[in-house]
Nanobody, 122 residues
Framework: QVHLVESGGGLVQAGASLRLSCVDS????????MGWLRQAPGKEREFVAGISWDGTYTHYADSVKGRFTISRDNAKNTVYLQMNSLKPEDTAVYYC???????????????WGQGTQVTVSS
């Protein structure tokens, strides 16, 4: 049963902003590392950002550093990805994911949402 549900994707022009949300209906959200990963057409899935269980620590892929911000609200079981200054190369399906530990580790996510499409036109 899928318990991570993403929303907020869409079609925008280069330079625009979007905020993705992911609601976790599971029981362990507040103790899990949460992350956002993405997969562009014809490419492997890649890490975008990770956040520690309490939101204190975050980690980003070099390609999004300074433009994207991951955050979480444990009271709402929700993790966010604020995406600014979007580029056409950010076009991908964005997935929310969870794991027990290792916010800096790009691997190891065990629970996944179904993804939300982000398309950035030039």
């Amino acid at each position: 049963q899928v318990h991570l549900v993403e929303s907020g994707g869409g079609l925008v022009q280069a330079g625009a902003s979007l905020r993705l949300s992911c609601v976790d209906s599971g029981r362990a959200f507040e103790i899990n590392v949460m992350g956002w990963l993405r997969q562009a057409p014809g490419k492997e899935r890649e890490f975008v950002a990770g956040i520690s269980w309490d939101g204190t620590y975050t980690h980003y892929a070099d390609s999004v550093k300074g433009r994207f911000t991951i955050s979480r609200d444990n009271a709402k079981n929700t993790v966010y990805l604020q995406m600014n200054s979007l580029k056409p190369e950010d076009t991908a399906v964005y997935y929310c994911a969870a794991k027990a530990y290792g916010y800096e580790d790009h691997e190891g996510y065990v629970d996944w949402g179904q993804g939300t499409q982000v398309t950035v036109s030039s």
